[in-house]
Nanobody, 121 residues
Framework: QVQLVESGGGLVQPGGSLRLSCVFSGSILSIGTMGWYRQVPGKERDWVATLASGGSVNYADSVKGRFTISRDNAKNTVHLQMNSLKSEDTAVYYC???????????????WGQGLQVTVSS
């Protein structure tokens, strides 16, 4: 069983910052690509950023230059530092990871439960 638990969401004013964290736990053998997605009501879930196991990073154009994804392998954690936040960043944010477990030996994607980020004055 694998769990992804997110933290760090909340309410922030435009121009402010938040740092999201996602901790992976369970019988994890290895973690590959990690990422963050977001979703607003009535719309599909959108990709925000990914960080490959080799270290390469990619960002959606809408967040490039403002958001930074990072990982702490020792703590099985991925972070999303969000700066210069805008009202349009308001969404439920989900972490995502490509994981192989000790039990299954099969790589598959896992998702966090999601947490709300609201950017408003």
């Amino acid at each position: 069983q694998v769990q992804l638990v997110e933290s760090g969401g909340g309410l922030v004013q435009p121009g402010g910052s938040l740092r999201l964290s996602c901790v992976f736990s369970g019988s994890i053998l290895s973690i590959g690509t990690m990422g963050w997605y977001r979703q607003v009501p009535g719309k599909e879930r959108d990709w925000v950023a990914t960080l490959a196991s080799g270290g390469s990073v990619n960002y959606a154009d809408s967040v490039k230059g403002r958001f930074t994804i990072s990982r702490d392998n020792a703590k099985n954690t991925v972070h999303l530092q969000m700066n210069s936040l805008k009202s349009e960043d308001t969404a439920v944010y989900y972490c995502n990871a490509y994981i192989v477990t000790l039990m299954s030996g099969v790589w598959q994607y896992y998702w966090g439960q999601g947490l709300q980020v609201t950017v408003s004055s």
